[in-house]
């Protein structure tokens, strides 16, 4: 274990973790420090490995190889219920014989926990989630997001050093869904616990990350803060599942300081390079809301932009915002878009000139994505 580790040990430490089944490979020699206090989300498609990691860490399923350590301790030998680790499912695993007191209060009573104490522990946990009202309740007198926080409550009530969760608000709509993420945010703060988190959501996955571990095909592609992963995605396969992309592929034209992408109908600069040699195909990336529209006789793009030329193809009404699918010249489709209050006259049929600040694209490696991996 390198010194820095050995002297300052994270929450939780994952080195060369693997999983194999047979001759299929689920988790790929996967290493992520997650430090005490920290909300790390692991996001990726389904089969990607994120929950099959999520299992090892609990416990439930063991692995191939590599190590698991919590505050520097290896913990892989031990059974799942001498991990001090809390896990909260999405299908709740509520008891629907017991109340939504008794369910809390469950984990204290099989840890020995005096009686005295029970009940002051659960009436703190329900009140942390809001359910203080509720304990009398069985799980068929409450929905499902009063049942989401009972469960949730049953892990907090016992203290776990890290907390797992996965994907715990899949079931829910998408108003409660948004609610519940707020909720999340605020438990943790309050209770300044180590969060490891599944989804396939991206928007989840913004919203309620300090960091994010993006995973495809068993392995890390890039983890970071949320904003570093939005903005400048490592990888295009990181560009396209972290939230829309506008991707504009061609011939590396330059190797300087800001480099030029060529391909039939446009010529379009990236600030950065990312070890690409003059001739190899890249990407330039460009989050939609980041594109400007202005009609074809419109001269007021600033000097320095790049400027492509496009057909709309659609205009998509979202309340909020529109999105606009634009057609390039070679046929190739982009999408923009606009806030409700800066509303372009654009509508299917127009022509128009779409720009963008070159500091708000991303240059990277012309990856040929497999139409399984979105």
């Not at 689920?26 to 990691?53: C, H, N, R, Y």
């Not at 009436?123 to 926080?149: C, H, I, N, T, W």
């Not at 829309?244 to 030029?260: K, T, V, Y």
């Not at 800066?342 to 779409?354: E, M, Q």
Request: with cysteine.
């Amino acid at each position: 274990m390198p010194a820095d580790i050995a002297d300052h040990p994270a929450a939780l430490s994952l080195r060369g973790l693997s999983k194999r089944y047979g001759e299929v490979v689920a988790v790929q020699e996967l290493s992520l420090d997650i430090e005490m206090g920290e909300f790390v989300t692991l996001l990726g498609p389904s089969g990607s490995g994120k929950t099959t990691t999520l299992n090892m860490i609990a416990g439930f399923v063991d692995s191939s190889g590599g190590e698991i350590l919590m505050d520097g301790q290896p913990i892989g030998d031990l059974r799942p219920h001498r991990r001090e680790i809390g896990m909260v499912f999405q299908d709740y695993a509520l008891f629907p014989h017991m109340s939504a007191f008794e369910n809390v209060a469950f984990p204290l009573r099989r840890r020995g926990v005096p009686k005295r104490d029970i009940s002051r522990r659960v009436k703190e946990a329900l009140e942390m989630v809001r359910l203080e009202e509720f304990g009398d309740r069985y799980p068929r007198e409450l929905s499902g997001g009063q049942q989401q926080r009972v469960a949730l409550a049953r892990v907090i009530v016992f203290s776990p050093k890290v907390l797992l969760m996965d994907e715990p608000l899949g079931a829910l709509d998408k108003k409660l869904r948004e609610w519940l993420q707020l909720e999340l945010k605020r438990i943790h703060r309050e209770l300044g616990i180590t969060f490891v988190y599944v989804t396939h959501d991206q928007e989840e996955a913004l919203v309620l990350s300090d960091r994010v571990a993006v995973f495809n095909q068993g392995r890390i592609e890039q983890v970071g803060g949320t904003r570093e992963l939005y903005e400048k995605p490592a990888s295009l396969f990181v560009a396209e599942f972290l939230g829309d992309s506008s991707l504009f592929p061609g011939q590396l034209a330059s190797s300087n300081a800001c480099a030029e992408v060529v391909a039939d109908g446009y010529r379009i600069r990236a600030p950065e390079c990312p070890g690409l040699a003059e001739g190899a195909r890249g990407v330039v990336v460009v989050r939609p809301e980041r594109l400007s529209v202005r009609g074809d006789g419109d001269a007021s793009v600033p000097n320095g932009d790049n400027v492509v030329e496009a057909a709309v193809r659609e205009v998509i009404y979202l309340g909020s915002a529109r999105k606009l699918e634009l057609e390039l010249s070679d046929g190739r489709l982009v999408r923009a878009t606009e806030p409700a209050g800066a509303l372009s006259a654009a509508k299917p049929g127009d022509r128009v000139r779409v720009s963008w600040s070159i500091g708000d694209g991303v240059l990277l490696p012309d990856q040929q994505l497999e139409p399984g991996d979105l």
